[in-house]
């Protein structure tokens, strides 16, 4: 009997882990290209292998319990622990798949271009970049089907190591057809009196541009991610928080004004990793190439500073 088992379990475990990590037939069906039918049949044919049940079932969803967590364990080792091997097997830790998430601002200024110099340096391997929330990020992590994240906070998850890389500035702008892009000498009171279009709590209940949380302001728009702010403050319509970096040509352009009436605290950027990842080299040269990006952008901004290449 365990022969048999041995011999069918590859067939259902990766059903068996879709579910396990959805907690839901119809979400597992539809990452697996399957019927839900077909997933609830996989999950009896497993249990009755077992000869015991995996999953309580709760209204429409499932919940693991004690049996089903430690084969969920189990599968999400031996994802990671078939990754190591494969590494080894290919005989260069550069060849194949490096799985990496990012978001917003740290997409475009520092993750992508560390990913395509990576590349260059080893022409076998083979970057993947997906844009994921720090929540989703570290639940791949923790099964193995990620190798770094980057994001903003310092969120913890069980088994997952996370490390500070640096920091970039942020302030406030407006775009050229704003009010306040030809006041002169405009007050933090001047500022406060339009509205903002903000982004989204984070994961640890803090808001994403680092506005403090003693300064009331109006909130015109929300939108997800903070580099859509670029975008809306351009049109001149709402006053937003950008991260200098993605500001900075647009200032020099004309095209934004930075408002230099308080001073916003630095975005801090993280980087996570399965504890038992840490020992594999492309995600480090990854997280050491992101560093030496960071470490090359400019210093956040005092309040007071004002840049030579301000409005034309």
Known sequence: MLTALRRNLWNWLPTFAEV???????????????????????????????GTPVFNRVGRGLVLNAAGAALRDAVRAATRDIDAGLSESLGDPFQGPLRVSSIG?????????????????????????????????ATLLVRGLLD????????????????????????????????????KRPTLADVLAHPFSVPRIGDTGRVQDGWPSDVPRKIGMRITMLRSNL??????????????????????????????????????????????ALGRRPGQLAIDAVVALLAATPPPLPANARRSSRRR
Not at 33 to 39: E, M, R, Y
Not at 108 to 130: N, R, S, T
Not at 235 to 251: F, I, Q
């Open 20 to 50: 396990a990590e959805t907690g839901s037939v119809v979400a597992a069906a539809r990452r697996l290209s399957l019927t839900p039918a077909a997933v609830s049949r996989t999950l009896r044919l497993l249990e009755d292998a077992l």
């Open 105 to 137: 601002v740290l997409t475009d200024h520092f993750v992508v271009p560390a990913l395509v110099a990576l590349k260059g340096e080893h022409p076998a391997l083979l970057p993947e970049h997906a844009v994921l929330g720090p929540a989703e990020a």
């Open 148 to 183: 770094v994240a980057f994001w903003y906070e310092d969120v913890t998850a069980e088994e997952i190591v996370v490390e500070r890389l640096g920091q970039i500035g942020a302030s406030i702008y407006c775009g050229r057809g704003h009010p306040l892009f030809t006041a």
């Open 231 to 276: 975008q809306v403050s351009l049109s001149g319509r709402l006053v937003t928080v950008l991260p200098d970096v993605t500001a900075a040509p647009h200032e020099a352009a004309g095209e934004l004004r930075r408002l230099p009436v308080l001073e916003l605290a630095p975005i801090e950027i993280f980087a996570a990793r399965h504890a038992a």
